[in-house]
């Protein structure tokens, strides 16, 4: 811990940061989108329903009229960017995206548009803040405002501390498409979805998480007798594809730690899963790891879940 010396005055203690919140919109092969509040900020993962849709939700979750400051997209397939684009010109927010995805014609739609880099976490400054300020590289930009945020813009002394999100490349059969870790103030976020396969080595970068949302698709038998064609049932279990409930179960081994105490089944299939199945896959694994104590929740398709504090 830094302390100042001799009669200097002391600096302003730090200001506890308010708690970040996170809350699915809507989870699904029909649309997919999540908020996180921290502070006044706000971020919206991913706007995969209609942006009616998107609005309705963003009522009933208790978002202001056009005050999204942020919107991050996890990959192009349009239950996740439908209407990123069309909400964050509404918003005048800052659509995030790997680079590789802004000439996506729903992402495009944006004026405002910001490279991801794997990795690189990416401050995000809430209301009120100058984006144009915190410019902190130089690296190409695709469209004439495109801004990439700085990752070291200074901050002054007792402001609470600068909700940031790392976005790390999964494998799915739209590339690139990415996880994100949010960080504020030592709680962590994490949301994984549209992943092929586990890959454990990517568990070190999004571990440490308070509240993880996970995705938990569908049940191997279940889509092995349902109603799918071949060739979509070949897809969805492949390593392009979607993590099934064992294979979530597999995943969460890696990503559960002792801090957290939430966690959300995503992206389940209506067609080859239930929420029983994914609910009972996700416990047994926790109670195996002596995690008994997290909550478990399954993120539902037509309604906006509860907010949950990280
Ligand atoms: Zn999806
Ligand atoms: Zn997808």
Do not use: W
């Not at 994100?180 to 549209?194: E, K, Q």
């Amino acid at each position: 811990m830094y302390c100042a010396a001799g009669a200097e005055p002391s600096p302003p203690a730090a200001r506890a940061p308010d708690p970040v919140h996170l809350t699915v919109l809507s989870s699904g092969s029909g649309g997919n989108s999540i908020l996180i509040r921290a502070d006044d900020t706000r971020v919206l993962v991913d706007a995969g329903l209609t942006a009616r849709a998107m609005t309705e939700r963003l009522v009933l979750a208790g978002v202001p009229h056009r005050s999204i400051q942020h919107i991050l997209v996890t990959h192009a397939h349009l239950d996740h960017a439908r209407s990123s684009g069309i909400l964050a010109k509404r918003h005048q927010a800052l659509l995030h995206c790997p680079e590789a995805m802004m000439r996506n014609k729903s992402a495009a739609r944006s004026p405002r548009l910001a490279a991801l880099r794997p990795g690189v976490p990416v401050l995000l400054p809430g209301p009120g803040a100058n984006s144009e300020a915190r410019v902190g590289d130089t690296q190409s930009h695709t469209a004439p405002d495109t801004l990439a945020p700085s990752t070291s813009a200074p901050r002054a002394s007792g402001a609470p501390a600068p909700l940031t999100a790392t976005a790390v490349p999964i494998p799915h059969d739209c590339d690139p498409t990415v996880a994100y870790a949010f960080d504020h103030g030592g709680r962590r976020a994490v949301i994984l979805t549209d992943m092929g396969e586990p890959r454990p080595a990517l568990a070190r970068r999004l571990a440490g998480a308070h509240v993880l949302v996970l995705e938990f698709n569908h049940d191997e038998r279940m889509l092995a007798e349902g109603p799918y064609p071949p060739l979509l049932k070949r897809r969805v279990a492949g390593v392009g594809g979607h993590l099934s409930n064992t294979q979530a179960a597999n995943m969460l081994r890696y990503l559960a730690g002792p801090q957290l105490h939430t966690l959300v089944l995503a992206h389940l299939s209506e067609k080859n899963n239930s929420p029983d199945l994914a609910l009972a896959a996700a416990r047994q694994t926790l109670a195996e790891m002596g995690l008994d104590g997290v909550r478990v929740l399954a993120a539902e398709q037509h309604e906006v879940g509860p907010n949950l504090r990280v």
